[in-house]
């Protein structure tokens, strides 16, 4: 029988309508934010730790944080220009804070969802510990060095000085969000309730085991229940109340609980539709509530087959993903959940339904977007096991600590409906038996790593497993006996079944990393095993460059031994460009699309990111990868895979531009869909019908330019589907600005994204602007960062000027923490300005 103090907590829940499902982002409900209130400088000192030292001259700010997007960037910075030629060094965080009335008596712990890297967490002035793995969420207990009657001190050391230690932008700090745990003697702990379920159309057989844990000093008798509630908030049913024993101080005990939901909704990438479990321990005898615990999932079940690839609630489909590493641009590493749902909805508007969170756990934020947004995860814990890639990477750490890391995020993760793959590592040089990258520099690294290695380093047929085969069973071990309802994976760039991971037997799944002309021999290789493309692609783009011809084919750079210029810095964005290990975009799609066994794919990469400029050095300082820009700014080769992936959506996207000299030779392609045929014509005067052909996912025609217009026109059974002109501009005349959100919460952490477009007096893009933009924010809000999508710029991302790119750049307002209107002005010399208003409430 419910109590009543129970029966209230879920009378809030269902006035709520469920919206608090989804409105914290910490990994543990029940913790309540610690971001706010620190202070912050660069320098190193043991003294700092003290309560006592005087940090009145330190820097104020908010956490999360990245010291290191604030920095210049530098030839001569030790992250090199693979790790994006920004600062590192050794920072502090200190914040004073009291124990409120409420707080007093109870077991008070700090959780941190990662800091980058080193980080060493003090209690006035008692050290709590060190965690080395910058993308590990871990938590301290308080109590017993809290002053309950004065003023408590928070220390934190964060040391990123020794580099490079990661192969592209790591940040550096305390760069995701902090949280703070008040919990009652008698609690669930951290990441203490694993949900699973057998489900079908029909029903979800659901098994809930909660951890209990007391801090009490006397023996205590417990009831412990849970309540499944709807995305409504009405709760639809719950689990027998249970009476546990808890005979003494630290005692602990594991509860399991099951609980059948009739036709249940499914999650899906359509229709991510959530539940909320919440569990309830009260004291048996005076049902005093002790802890409430809500954790919110989603019941869905999925199938990878060798033969057919992967199907969701019984659907066949391919998973069309991407990789992601997670610096957000001009914010750098520090987590803003507005910025990861705008890149989201990018790519959910481009068809993307999968996300790789390469190659390290993610923010806790991220797998809460995914699970709301319906975006399938490949949740991925290393980059690199015992050998090393860079001098001062993670391999030194892992012996010591690889069981803590992949076990934590196994725990924290395992609930999230959206993961459906755990991969152990990436490129792991334990693919063969001898490998070593760490006397490279860290460019040749990257690119030999896709190079392979001689049959001498694959294990023999027949041969007792390696070392490095024993160490993969060990690590899928320790995923399937903390989660036995995911496949496992790793992204594997050696496709030869003497890859030691692959020899191993512990892969669910085979995961190649391009290698696209051995995809026809995986059957054949590994019969029993479903097959994904784990890292695809590997083309090279600037937004807004073309190099023709455009059937013309540039693999930059030829081979990792032999050093590669080009005084453009640039890519053509014609997907005539690629990495030698990889394929363009049309190619890799091909496969994924002629062959029923490929899973699917995860292209490299959804979004530029800084670092790993391949396949330029200095000045270059951020990647040519991604589908879209740095700025968050989409390249041509976005509508191709919206053209295949969103059949929903009609599509008719022609480029390039057309501003050239007269006369000038030019190719002119279009991505379109829903149509059977598409006509081009410059200046009314046809240039020819296309048609689909196999294989090939564009249109295309050679012509000579003249000023104008040009025009493309898709058609369907001789009916017009859609059209797309684009106009000679001329001179730069006007800014204009454009918000992708006109309104944003005034929480302080808000952001609207402003598009800067250059403009001719008619309205045209000038694509050949690289006019100086300043910007002037008034009223509720701040800029928060300037871009353009330009890997070759050296202007500094926290400036309130930028030039554009291609004739655009990018504008990031921040709300301020006050609710009203935030005015938001452009002005560049000789254009007239431009400004527009973004209201917060």
Not at 320 to 349: P, S
Not at 707 to 727: F, L, M, N, Q
Request: glycine share 8%; net charge negative.
């Amino acid at each position: 029988m419910l109590s009543k103090v129970n029966l209230i907590v879920l009378a809030c829940l269902a006035l709520f309508g469920g919206a608090a499902i989804f409105s914290a982002s910490a990994a543990d409900p029940r913790a309540e934010s610690f971001n706010d209130g620190w202070k912050f400088s660069l320098g190193d000192a043991l003294e700092m730790a003290s309560p006592d030292y005087d940090d009145s001259n330190w820097r104020n700010l908010s956490l999360p944080h990245d010291w290191a997007i604030e920095g210049d960037f530098n030839i001569d910075n030790p992250s090199g220009t693979g790790g994006g030629a920004l600062p590192g060094g050794i920072g502090w965080y200190r914040k004073s804070f009291t124990i409120s009335p409420a707080q007093q008596g109870k077991k008070t712990f700090i959780d941190f969802d990662g800091a980058y890297m080193n980080s060493t967490v003090f209690i006035n002035g008692h050290e709590l510990g060190t965690r080395p793995y910058g993308y590990a969420s871990f938590s301290y207990d308080l109590t017993p060095y809290l002053k309950t009657d004065g003023e408590n001190v928070i220390a934190v050391r964060v040391d990123n000085a020794e580099q490079p230690n990661s192969r592209w932008y790591s940040g550096c700090g305390i760069y995701r969000n902090v949280w703070l745990r008040s919990l009652n003697e008698i609690h669930i702990p951290l990441w203490g309730q694993q949900i699973s379920a057998d489900v079908t159309d029909s029903i979800a057989a659901v098994t809930i085991r909660t951890d209990i844990v007391s801090n009490a000093r006397k023996t205590r008798n417990i009831s412990i229940y849970t309540a499944l509630i709807d995305a409504a908030g009405k709760m639809i049913g719950k689990t027998e109340p249970r009476t546990v024993r808890l005979s003494r101080k630290n005692a602990s005990a594991e509860v399991t609980a099951k609980l059948d939901l009739r036709t249940p909704h499914l999650w899906s990438t359509e229709d991510p539709y959530l539940y909320t479990l919440a569990t309830f321990i009260s004291d048996a005898k005076t049902g005093e509530l002790l802890d409430t615990y809500l954790q919110t999932t989603g019941f869905r079940y999925f199938n990878f087959d060798p033969k057919t690839g992967f199907s969701l609630n019984g659907k066949a489909m391919k998973i069309n993903g991407v990789c992601m590493h997670h610096d957000l641009g001009a914010l750098g590493a520090a987590v803003n959940t507005r910025a990861i749902e705008r890149q989201f909805e990018i790519l959910k508007e481009m068809g993307v339904n999968a996300y790789r969170a390469s190659h390290n756990p993610p923010a806790p934020e991220v797998l809460d977007l995914c699970d709301r947004m319906g975006i399938l995860v490949m949740d991925e814990t290393f980059d690199m096991w015992r050998k090393k890639k860079t001098s001062h990477d993670y391999a030194r750490y892992f012996p010591d600590w690889h069981e803590r890391d992949l076990t934590d995020l196994i725990v924290r993760d395992r609930n999230h409906p959206s993961v459906i793959i755990y991969s152990i590592g990436n490129e792991v040089l334990e693919q063969w038996s001898s490998a070593k990258a760490d006397t490279l520099t860290l460019e040749q690294a990257n690119l030999i790593l896709n190079f392979g290695h001689g049959k001498e380093n694959l294990a023999k047929e027949g041969e007792n497993l390696s070392v490095n085969s024993l160490l993969t069973k060990k690590l899928a071990g320790m995923v399937k006996d903390l989660d036995p309802s995911r496949p496992v994976t790793a992204g594997c760039n050696e496709p030869d079944p003497g890859n030691h991971l692959f020899r191993s037997g512990a892969l669910d799944i085979i995961g190649y990393n391009y290698h696209d002309n051995w995809f026809d021999s995986v059957p054949g290789w590994f019969p029993d095993k479903p097959f994904i493309i784990s890292e695809s692609v590997s083309a090279l783009m600037t937004r807004g460059y073309y190099r023709m011809p455009s059937d013309s084919m540039y693999i930059w750079p030829k081979r990792w031994d032999i050093e590669f210029r080009d005084s453009t810095f640039s890519c053509s964005s014609y997907d005539n460009c690629h990495a030698p290990w990889g394929n363009t975009h049309e190619g890799t799609l091909g496969h994924v699309d002629s062959k029923d066994f490929i899973a699917g794919q995860f292209i490299w990469t959804g979004f530029d990111y800084l670092g790993e400029p391949t396949p330029f050095g200095w000045p270059a300082r951020s990647s040519y990868f991604g589908i879209v820009d740095l700025a968050g700014i989409p390249k041509d080769i976005y509508y191709m895979y919206q053209s295949q992936w969103r059949p929903d959506k009609t599509v008719l996207h022609l480029f390039p531009h057309w501003n050239w000299q007269p006369g000038q030779e030019i190719d002119m392609w279009a991505y379109y869909n829903n149509a059977d045929e598409v006509e081009l014509f410059i200046n009314g005067e046809s240039q020819g019908i296309r048609k689909p052909e196999p294989g090939k996912y564009h249109a295309s025609w050679r012509v000579s330019f003249q000023p104008g217009s040009v025009k493309a026109v898709s058609r369907k059974d001789g009916r017009t589907v859609a059209t797309r002109e684009i106009r000679t501009a001329g001179s730069p005349y006007r800014i204009r600005l454009t918000p992708d959100r006109q309104s944003i919460k005034a929480d302080g952490k808000d952001l609207s994204y402003v598009l800067v477009e250059i403009l001719d007096k008619d309205g045209n893009l000038c694509p050949w602007a690289e006019n100086q933009v300043t910007f002037d924010v008034k009223g509720a809000g701040f800029n928060a960062g300037v871009d353009n999508g330009s890997p070759i710029s050296l202007e500094h991302f926290k400036d309130n000027k930028r030039k554009a790119f291609y004739g655009k750049a990018m504008l990031i307002v921040q709300n301020n923490g006050s609710e009203g209107p935030v005015s938001v002005t452009a002005t560049s010399p000789d254009l007239k300005p431009f400004t527009t208003t973004i209201n917060s409430f």
